[in-house]
């Protein structure tokens, strides 16, 4: 431990001391201009500082100090009672304040004491409560404000954390500030009530058991408390006047001297007026050359503001000489124009309303949402989505880029409500036909007056914002195998080590590397298998990294230990799995094309062939439309992925499963066979 710690340590203990064991004279007149210098430092601290968070200790400090001077009322009552002395300074402020009139003294005091009581300690309680409410109050919109920040990409995560920290600071300085106040209050109490202790008692031990007469025990008596409470009051009037100015402190680059200074002479004209105005005070009854001198005192400065303003505001030749010459030399920096944000939204001025919060728009809270979703469900960190206007797109326009390629545009009326079709069109509804941008469903764009009877007539009734946030989710979800990178695919790595050291150094950079890895979750993402589970992951390419780097096979060696993952988003809540199944003739054909090569394995079928398999497959696909189920092909592990390359082109949504991928206590039922007619 430092000095400074032990000497902190000492003050407390000094404090029990104080509590219990009397003082000599000479050490209380010390440990009061102790206290004294101390109130002194701490009003000037809190006069100094920019930020309340920077004289954060400040609570804690006026516990101890309050403690402190606590302890010096009980030594020095003790030796006024006992010994009718308390010091040589609490002698001298009773002497100084009293004079020849210990009564006049004594009121000057009780003024004091009700200054400090009723204006400066309840003021600063008042305030410490309000301050500590309102900032309570106002940490949820902070957040949100911080989240949105961060979301539009106007700060990164680690301006954020510290953001988030700041505001949870100031939370709990304020909360404590709310409760330090009540010690400042209480000390005003005490000091009320040991003032009138040393008056009675004193008058009381000092004719009974010292034999003084009345006129000198009251003398005596009311100077002694005089004193000491003015050696108390003034400390206390100090650090209570020190938790005013902190609590309603606002954040600023100056400290309160040049706030004041800055903003009270921030307009010299408005000094003109007052001095005229204490100019015409002299010509009444009140003395004109004092109210004359004050008048050209404010005059005079006034015109120095205003002349000094002038000089501040005009540049010299040297410093327009120097930024002209810069601005020639300097380099255009173009490499800000390279840069290219993974997720863009775009929007026309007429969708404007619906990322302005001042508007009640609350997309960038969507946003936010959306990204914590889809980290649930895809396990993938999703990156900022980048939010703009663009006028050269149409008022009520949208589109979404993906590394700077348009994959997604519609068009919404935000006076309007999206009806989606039940299946059956009501000739009746009247609306504005158009397609549901995230399904491409059949939807009519309804006002509010009509949009009772859409819902009673079975449509799905959602507002504009929620159209958008849906598109946004499932085009996310589509594209989510192109934002992951092998950056990000780093970051999980770094992440899953935290738990998993062992088996993230079994499989990387030995003996995958991170680009294989990376590939692999790729793989899975573009067929909406989520990479959440990457303790299994990784236990499977530890398992068959060794045998092969193929990363088609090691994505499939992957699906078949996530088959319980797979298994439950797809069958979800039914009872039974659905699909078309694959003939023993169509899995031959594509076994037999398989060519190998020492780049891995391909799928190489003539043009004819693969018209044939493509056939069947979407007849089968119509026939299970139909009947509202979601098209599966179920065909051997050997072939899964061949099938899915050749299917990719024409049915990218349906989704391929082998035998090995799907739980053995599932049952299957099969509504068609791909055949090769």
């Given at each position: 431990m430092k000095a400074r710690d032990f000497s902190v340590l000492f003050g407390v203990i000094?404090?029990?001391?104080?509590?219990?064991?009397?003082?000599?004279?000479?050490?209380?007149?010390?440990?009061?201009?102790?206290?004294?210098?101390?109130?002194?430092?701490?009003?000037?601290?809190?006069?100094?500082?920019?930020?309340?968070?920077?004289?954060?200790?400040?609570?804690?400090?006026?516990?101890?100090?309050?403690?402190?001077?606590?302890?010096?009322?009980?030594?020095?009552?003790?030796?006024?009672?006992?010994?009718?002395?308390?010091?040589?300074v609490v002698e001298t402020f009773g002497t100084f304040v009293t004079g020849n009139s210990p009564l006049v003294g004594f009121v000057v005091f009780v003024i004091l004491i009700i200054i400090q009581f009723l204006v400066i300690t309840k003021g600063s309680e008042r305030v410490s409560e309000v301050a500590a409410r309102f900032t309570l109050d106002a940490m949820p919109g902070k957040q949100m404000s911080i989240d949105a920040d961060l979301n539009a990409g106007m700060i990164n995560e680690q301006q954020a954390k510290e953001r988030r920290e700041k505001i949870e600071n100031e939370a709990d300085f304020y909360g404590a500030m709310d409760g330090a106040s009540k010690f400042v209050k209480g000390d005003a109490i005490a000091g009320i009530i040991i003032v009138l202790?040393?008056?009675?008692?004193?008058?009381?031990?000092?004719?009974?058991?010292?034999?003084?007469?009345?006129?000198?025990?009251?003398?005596?008596?009311?100077?002694?408390?005089?004193?000491?409470?003015?050696?108390?009051?003034?400390?206390?009037?100090?650090?209570?006047?020190?938790?005013?100015?902190?609590?309603?402190?606002?954040?600023?680059?100056?400290?309160?001297?040049?706030?004041?200074?800055?903003?009270?002479?921030?307009?010299?004209?408005?000094?003109?007026?007052?001095?005229?105005?204490?100019?015409?005070?002299?010509?009444?009854?009140?003395?004109?050359?004092?109210?004359?001198?004050?008048?050209?005192?404010?005059?005079?400065?006034?015109?120095?503001?205003?002349?000094?303003?002038?000089?501040?505001?005009?540049?010299?030749?040297?410093?327009?000489?120097?930024?002209?010459?810069?601005?020639?030399?300097?380099?255009?920096?173009?490499?800000g124009l390279i840069n290219m944000d993974p997720i863009e939204f775009e929007f026309g001025y007429g969708l404007i309303p619906l990322a302005d919060s001042n508007q009640g728009g609350d997309l960038l809270d969507r946003i936010v949402m959306i990204r914590r979703q889809l980290a649930i469900e895809l396990g993938l960190v999703i990156p900022v989505v980048r939010i703009r206007d663009n006028i050269q797109l149409n008022p009520n326009e949208y589109r979404l880029k993906i590394k700077g390629n348009e994959v997604a545009k519609g068009e919404l009326l935000l006076d309007h409500f999206l009806a989606m079709s039940p299946g059956i069109e009501d000739d009746e509804l009247e609306g504005i036909d158009t397609t549901e941008p995230a399904f491409g469903l059949p939807a009519k764009w309804i006002t509010d007056e009509t949009k009772d009877d859409a819902e009673l007539s079975g449509y799905t009734v959602v507002d504009p914002p929620s159209v958008v946030s849906t598109h946004i989710t499932e085009v996310i979800k589509r594209y989510?195998?192109?934002?992951?990178?092998?950056?990000?695919?780093?970051?999980?790595?770094?992440?899953?080590?935290?738990?998993?050291?062992?088996?993230?150094?079994?499989?990387?950079?030995?003996?995958?590397?991170?680009?294989?890895?990376?590939?692999?979750?790729?793989?899975?993402?573009?067929?909406?298998?989520?990479?959440?589970?990457?303790?299994?992951?990784?236990?499977?390419?530890?398992?068959?990294?060794?045998?092969?780097?193929?990363?088609?096979?090691?994505?499939?060696?992957?699906?078949?230990?996530?088959?319980?993952?797979?298994?439950?988003?797809?069958?979800?809540?039914?009872?039974?799995?659905?699909?078309?199944?694959?003939?023993?003739?169509?899995?031959?054909?594509?076994?037999?094309?398989?060519?190998?090569?020492?780049?891995?394995?391909?799928?190489?079928?003539?043009?004819?062939?693969?018209?044939?398999?493509?056939?069947?497959?979407?007849?089968?696909?119509e026939i299970m439309s139909l009947q509202e189920e979601i098209p599966i092909l179920l065909c051997s592990p050997t072939i899964r992925m061949y099938l899915k390359q050749l299917l990719d082109r024409f049915f990218p949504h349906v989704v391929v499963l082998s035998y090995n991928e799907i739980e053995p206590t599932i049952e299957i039922q099969s509504l068609g066979v791909v055949k090769v007619a």
């Open positions: 000094l404090i029990i001391v104080m509590l219990v064991i009397p003082l000599p004279g000479w050490l209380l007149s010390f440990l009061i201009l102790i206290n004294i210098s101390l109130a002194l430092i701490v009003i000037l601290v809190s006069m100094n500082s920019t930020d309340a968070l920077q004289f954060s200790v400040f609570p804690s400090l006026l516990l101890l100090l309050t403690l402190f001077r606590l302890g010096l009322n009980v030594s020095t009552t003790r030796s006024i009672l006992s010994e009718a002395d308390a010091g040589g202790i040393n008056i009675i008692f004193g008058l009381i031990i000092g004719m009974t058991q010292l034999g003084l007469p009345f006129n000198e025990a009251i003398d005596t008596y009311m100077r002694l408390t005089v004193g000491d409470g003015l050696v108390s009051q003034i400390p206390a009037l100090l650090i209570s006047t020190a938790t005013g100015i902190v609590v309603t402190r606002v954040a600023s680059e100056g400290n309160l001297s040049s706030d004041i200074t800055k903003q009270l002479l921030r307009f010299p004209a408005l000094l003109y007026i007052a001095a005229g105005t204490i100019f015409l005070l002299g010509l009444t009854p009140i003395n004109f050359f004092l109210t004359s001198f004050i008048a050209l005192l404010l005059a005079g400065g006034a015109f120095m503001l205003s002349r000094q303003a002038k000089v501040d505001t005009m540049p010299t030749e040297s410093e327009v000489d120097e930024s002209e010459s810069e601005e020639m030399k300097a380099p255009e920096n173009v490499v989510a195998h192109q934002l992951l990178g092998r950056q990000e695919t780093q970051q999980l790595i770094d992440h899953l080590k935290e738990n998993y050291p062992i088996l993230v150094e079994e499989v990387t950079p030995e003996p995958l590397s991170i680009g294989d890895v990376q590939k692999v979750l790729a793989k899975l993402l573009r067929e909406n298998v989520s990479v959440k589970n990457l303790p299994v992951i990784f236990e499977t390419l530890a398992d068959f990294g060794k045998m092969t780097t193929d990363t088609d096979l090691l994505t499939e060696y992957v699906r078949q230990s996530l088959s319980a993952q797979i298994t439950k988003d797809i069958i979800q809540n039914r009872d039974k799995l659905k699909v078309i199944t694959i003939s023993g003739e169509v899995e031959k054909l594509i076994a037999e094309h398989i060519q190998q090569t020492e780049h891995g394995s391909y799928l190489a079928m003539d043009p004819d062939s693969q018209q044939r398999v493509i056939q069947s497959v979407a007849e089968n696909v």
